[in-house]
């Protein structure tokens, strides 16, 4: 496959609504995605992830700013022209016709010679191990099977970037974790360049090179699913991948890579994000998985839920007036606190992040 690579500048995106209101859906947003990447929009309903797909796809027109494919600028050409597959989220293939021409559907307009569009369908079908539904209809088939159906009719036509439109939000759970592994499989045997809208934060970290988390139409944060989640640049992308504590610090001490910073009384080790002065008041965020239940903990705190997972324990604990979440992995062997005792534990410094 031929991977492109997606450029977005200065993208914008003004909707009119009936009473002639102006909704900015997209707002000068710049993206630059290579080819080969798998890159996940990702972010709350009606952030502007699904219309920036959109444009890319030829659905919807930019209001202001390009989009390249390749070298070339596309916002003005028809969705046909543009070197683009979709996968939607309700499959979209057609009732009265088979596997193998569904598949074959976009070849077919292409007016491509016979024996080109059968090698090419029977390569895809090979390639998705789905040789024996070649004969099926869609009636005859799962939710999962139809929409590997869709992903190969995508796929066949050999697209420069291949879009996907929440494509597993109508899958079952079990079913949704087997569908992700599969599409991250085969987007990695084939290499094409991949942009995948969701709001399933899992579905984001799993399926990811890189994750773009949007609000109220602009990219908050741009980063590897490790980055994003260890180092978010704010308490919305904290909050937003994940559970997250914001807690409350203070500079006490100014390095040149790093700080140490007070938190309720403790002092803390850690890295440098953004400048900040001797004194500062910031905000930290430490994921409940990074607190360290023991005996020998800095904090002491009264215990107001107590939740036994399996995997792992989840307390809430009252953090001077202030919710905690702690989550303690692998709880076995290990004694369990009840509501309303005390808990002793330590905030994990290697695993602070400054805000």
Known sequence: MNAKRVKFENISKVF????????KAVNNI???IQPGEFVCLLGPSGCGKTTTLRMLAGFEVPTDGHIFIGDENIERLTPDKRDTAMVFQNYALFPHMNVFDNIAYGLKLQKLPKEEVEARVEKILHLMKMEEFAERVPSQMSGGQQQRVSLARALVMEPGVLLFDEPLSNLDAKLRLHMRDEIRKLQQEVGITSIYVTHDQSEAMGLSDKVVIMKDGVIEQVGSPTEIYQKPANSFVANFIGRANILEA?????????????VHGVPYSVEKSKEYQLGDKVEIVVRPEAIEVSEEGNFTAKVGKSMFMGAHHEYEVNFFGKPLEISLNN?????MVAVDESLRFSLDAAS???L
């Open 250 to 262: 203070v500079i006490k001490e100014v390095g040149e890579d790093g700080y140490t910073i007070d």
């Open 331 to 335: 709880p076995k062997n290990k004694s």
């Open 30 to 32: 710049n993206l630059d």
């Open 352 to 354: 602070i992040h400054i």
């Open 16 to 23: 009119v609504t009936d009473k002639n209101r102006q909704v």
